[in-house]
């Protein structure tokens, strides 16, 4: 039955603060932000968030039962808390598996849920494939696996037919003879040396995402974008990714996915998921026979959609 009435408060956890945070170097580079909230003896669980960029939100703690749970999070490389800011160097997809692993060593913590949306999915996946003995489950959203045809569905050739609006700021920032590869276009500018070449393609890059992540697509989510602060690191950083194809070999997950058969794992996808489509979750669910998948009817990209909130609070009480 569709539910037009509640509210992401009324399927969500009230908000908590962390009981403990700080900062763990992981190399001469790098440092990164962490924080655990809910309870210390309880079921470990990281949390892995999107972009890559993006930075873990006060509100991801609100999945989880937190007299149950030990809830873990962590800005990625380059984003949120993490130093140094927006820095593309040693920031890859290996390092992010390096650094979740080093996170869990210096926590002591043997085995913990991993829980990851969007590119949390993808990283989660990774992570799990490289260490398959750590994941006491996987609990996925919104999959993406950032092959050739998903990059060229949301930022070349896709998205657009149904966002044509959103998509008209996003393209029209590209002059003509660039708009043939749009990634390109904009890791040219991402990577400018000049700030405010960097800020205004930032801008419209993480518009485009803000605009498209919903089914109903609301104003205040689209401020992420003129956040700066935010919208650089979240685009430069992704950019970075995609042009490099996140460091791995085509369709990686789906190649190596006889290494996670073993793992729990649970995906909720919103059928009218714009930003990484409904076929990715089918794929990866025909790939994991052992795997539950709840495609949500009304529902597109985001986490903060209530009922997409609704399945993966669902899906994090199950394990209690
Ligand atoms: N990027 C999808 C992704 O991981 C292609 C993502 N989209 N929005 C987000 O993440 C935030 C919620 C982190 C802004």
């Given at each position: ?279 990715s979750a089918w794929e990866l669910h025909k790939a994991m ?32």
């Amino acid at each position: 039955m569709l539910d037009v009435t509640s509210t992401l408060a009324d399927v969500l956890y009230p908000s908590i603060e962390p009981y403990e945070s700080g900062m763990l170097n992981v190399s001469e580079l790098h440092t990164i932000a962490w924080e655990k909230s809910g309870n210390p003896n309880g079921i470990p669980v990281i949390v892995i968030h999107g972009g890559p960029g993006g930075g873990g939100q006060p509100s991801y703690r609100q999945y989880f039962d937190a007299n149950a749970y030990n809830i873990i999070q962590f800005d990625q490389r380059g984003c949120g808390k993490s130093t140094p800011y927006a820095e593309l160097t040693e920031n890859n997809t290996q390092a992010s598996v390096r650094d979740i692993e080093q996170l869990r060593e210096s926590f002591g913590i043997e085995r913990w849920h991993v829980f990851g949306g969007s590119w949390g999915s993808t990283l989660a996946l990774v992570y799990a494939q490289e260490h398959p003995g750590r994941a006491l489950s996987l609990m996925l959203r919104g999959i993406f696996m950032c092959r050739k045809s998903e990059l060229q569905w949301f930022y070349q050739d896709g998205a657009s037919h149904i966002f044509p609006d959103a998509f008209e700021a996003y393209r029209e920032h590209i002059p003509q003879q660039e708009q043939g590869d749009l990634v390109k276009a904009y890791h040219t500018r991402l990577t400018s040396e000049d700030v405010n070449i960097r800020r205004a393609a930032a801008k419209e890059w993480t518009r485009w995402e803000m605009a498209t992540s919903r089914l109903f697509p609301d104003d205040s989510y689209l401020e992420k974008a003129e956040d700066l602060d935010f919208a650089v690191a979240f685009a430069r950083i992704e950019c970075h990714y995609f042009i490099n194809a996140i460091f791995l070999e085509e369709a990686h997950i789906l190649n190596h996915v006889e290494t996670i058969q073993h793992i729990p794992t649970n995906i909720v996808q919103g059928r009218y998921d714009v930003v990484c489509p409904a076929r990715s979750a089918w794929e990866l669910h025909k790939a994991m026979p052992n795997s539950n998948l709840i495609l949500v009817p009304d529902a597109g990209h985001s986490m903060g959609e209530v009922s997409i909130a609704r399945e993966l609070v669902a899906i994090t009480d199950s394990f209690r």
